[in-house]
């Protein structure tokens, strides 16, 4: 059974970092894909980031590339988000998610992804 638990959400000031984790486990790393999603109060659930568990390829966001980093250690069946130059506009409850890659190519699209994580909390103060 597929377990899916992210960590590190937490109120931080603009600018300031901050790093989430997602323990996944219960399916195979070398065929799935992992992704960062985030949820603000009122808006779409849209992606941030994702790694593919294929070649290790990753992609970001328009919004969040340069400040975002995602990485991943198999060994712990661990993913992470590092964010850094936090901004407001960053705030919402982010998810992490994986998805079987069928077809090999990694998709930004929620609905693709069928295990996920119950969220953790991401407020940014001005």
């Known amino acids: 059974e597929a377990q899916i638990a992210e960590s590190g959400g937490d109120l931080v000031q603009a600018g300031e970092s901050l790093t989430l984790s997602c323990a996944a486990s219960?399916?195979?790393?070398?065929?799935?894909?992992i992704a960062w999603f985030r949820q603000a109060p009122g808006k779409e659930r849209e992606a941030v980031s994702s790694?593919?568990?294929?070649?290790?390829?990753?992609d970001y966001a328009d919004s969040v590339k340069g400040r975002f980093t995602i990485s991943s250690d198999i060994a712990k069946k661990m993913v992470y988000l590092r964010m850094d130059n936090l901004r407001p506009e960053d705030t919402a409850v982010y998810y992490c998610?994986?998805?079987?890659?069928?077809?090999?190519?990694?998709?930004?699209?929620?609905?693709?992804?069928?295990?996920w994580g119950q969220g953790t909390q991401v407020t940014v103060s001005s």
């Open positions: 998610a994986a998805d079987y890659l069928y077809t090999g190519v990694v998709t930004f699209d929620p609905n693709a992804y069928e295990y």
């Open positions: 219960g399916f195979s790393w070398d065929d799935h894909a």
């Open positions: 790694i593919s568990g294929i070649d290790g390829s990753t």
